[in-house]
Structure formats: C-alpha cells, structure tokens
C-alpha cells in the first residue's frame, strides 16, 4: 500500500495544484479535507474537483458549530483585535482545521498531512506548530512552501496536469473567509497607499451605499457570550451569520491597517469583519460596567497575551488555557444587555445594563444629598497628589538652587 497524506484542500489554485504535486513527488495517495468553518462556496463541487484531480477520497467536516463554541466565543470573551485592529478571523480557523487533518489521519492511517501554505504567512505557523502539537509523529507536507511556484507557474503546472481549477481572470486577491470574518490580500492592495477599490469587498456594502437611517441592535451576552440579538435567541450559527448580515449592511467592519506578521514582514491587511467588530465592542463595554477598574487593567494585558498567542499558532501551548482560565472567571459577571447603533460604517455603543452591574447612580450623580460623601474626597486627593506635589517642590529646588518651599 502507498503512503497516505491528508491534505487541506480549499478547491483554490495552491491547494488543487498541491493534489497532484504530492502524488508525484511523493508517490503517495492523497486524501483531501475541506472543512467548513463558514467559507461559503460550492462544497460539492470541490469535493468532486478534489477527486477529478486525483484524490483517493474526500472528505467534507462541517466544523461551524465547534468554530463559533470553541474558537471565536473564546476570541470575543479576550476582545481580542491584533494590534488593536484585526480581530484574528482567519487566524482562529487555523488550529481548528489543523485538528480535523489529525483527526482524518488518524482515521486513515496516513502518515503524513499537508496544507497549502506559503512560506510567507502566518497560516503555516499555525498549521505546523498544531499539528505537531497534536501529533508530533505526522510528516508535515507544505507543498508551496517547499516548491515555492509563482503564480504563473501554479497556472502553467495545472494546464499541463489537467487541473481544472477556475482562475478568475483579474482576481488578483488572495481571500480567507469564515463565520467570523474575511481577509483580503495581494494585488493593488499592496500599495499601502491605495485605497481598497469597492470589488474586494463582498460581506459588507461600502459606507456611503448604506442606509441613510441609523439602525438599533440589542445585545444579550451571558458569561461573556452572545446570547439572544434583540431578543431572539438562536442557534450560534445563525445568530453570527444574522449579525454579520446586519453590520455589513450597514456598512460596519472594514478594517484596513498595516500588520506585524510574526515571521517578519510587514504587510497591508485589508479585513471585512462585520459581526466581530459588533461583538468585540459590545463586549468590552459591557465589561467595564461590571468589571472593577483593577480587573479590566490586569485583563487587558492578559487579553492582549491571550490574542497574540492565538495569532502566532499557539493555540495549543498551554498559555492559551492559562490565559483562558484568568478571562473565564472574570467572564462569571459579563451577562447583560447593550444597544448598539449602526450607522454609515460606524457601530456605536449607546446603552448598556447589567443585574452585575458596579455602576451606581447614586453615588455617580451630580445632583446633591446623594450617597456620595464629597467632604471625603478632599482627603484622599491629598494622598494621592502627595508624590507629584514634592517631586515638583524637588524640581523647583534642583532648578534655583535654594529651599524656599515647606515640603
Ligand atoms: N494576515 C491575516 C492573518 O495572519 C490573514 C491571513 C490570510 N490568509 C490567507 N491564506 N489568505 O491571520
């Protein structure tokens, strides 16, 4: 019997092209794995593409449920946004088809797996370092990492091999979608200095195309998780594909920003992340309304630990389940309601309410003869400005060269 390799296959030109690339250079039967985290496409049609290119079997997991449950639900608990922009959409499909390729392997008795990234990304960290991770014992095959092609010669190799793969004429874009969001690269994008022409984007409408009316949103989140939009509750998959609709057609979630891979390079990030950008600001808001102001610093830090791990593939060192297990607890009092307001491309908190709640009226008021002692006040600012007040006596001091002021 030939080895067997579990490839990730996406039915695009990189991982069509890696079908028959492994065949021959590794004499090995190929088994391909198209997991559905939300991607949209013909899901048939790519299963069948994968056999007509030579495939021995396909196989097609639907992972949205456990995507949404275990991948975001934990990315909006951290809000987490790398460098305070992108709210890691691809970067969380990464560790979760890792896993389904082991799975698969596992199942199949392949020895190695395989996925079509580059040598330039983010994407192969974090296939690589997961899969050895879960099984340090799977060859890992990155077929365009190791051949490294252009795409004129993937074009070319897949004329010559038969591969019928659809190359739209013009679409220079390489694009990542799932549940949570879209990337779009390459092409005119890498002018940082040109602005996205209108035809990448395809989840939201451009801002001045939408409606000239502001349109409400009510959020319900329990432990730190949405769970009712205005006051429906539905299935986890439903309810994020409802609220990316709704953002994105008010023209909510384009995010474009320069980023730090973690390999080195600097590159243009062009994002369409309508639902994310909704959760991740309702959530932080709702956050501080019962959060203490000492558990939302210490949380930032541990939120921006907790994105950066799950941006640089490492989903699977413990860190992440350390991190997770600080945000969990806290996550105990983020259950509450907010009203969001969506306007021209624009999501804006503009009400919030909590049973946890720290905000208290009485003591938050400006009116007089309420709970809040004021003659108490006076004292503790004493304290608090006694540093500044004498590190600016000791200024006054070191400048003229004379002790005039009382400390
Ligand atoms: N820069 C983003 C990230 O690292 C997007 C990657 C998109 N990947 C892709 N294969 N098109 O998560």
Known sequence: MKDRVVLAYSGGLDTSVAIRWIIEKYDSDVITVTVDVGQGGDLKSICETAEKIGAIKHYTIDARDEFVKGYVYPAVK????????YPISTALSRPLIASKLVEVARKEGANAVAHGCTGKGNDQVRFDVTIASLAPDLKIIAPIREWGPSREEEIEYARDHDIPVLVKPGSAYSIDRNLYGRSIECGVLEDPMAEPPEEVFELTVSPEESPNRPQYLTLEFEKGIPKSLDGSEEAPVDMLNRLSEIAGRNGVGRIDHIEDRLIGIKSREVYECPAATVLVESHKDLEKCVLTRHELDFKQLVDMEWTLAAYTGLWT?????????????????????????????????VGRSSPMSLYNRELATYEVGTAFDQKIAGGFIELWGLQTKIANIVKRKMESGRDQEPV
């Open 317 to 349: 060192d413990p860190l992440l389940e350390d991190l997770g297990a600080f945000i969990d607890k806290t996550q105990e009092k983020v259950s509450g309601t907010v009203k969001v307001k969506l306007f021209k491309g624009n999501c804006r908190v």
């Open 78 to 85: 951290a809000n987490a946004l790398y460098q305070g922009k």
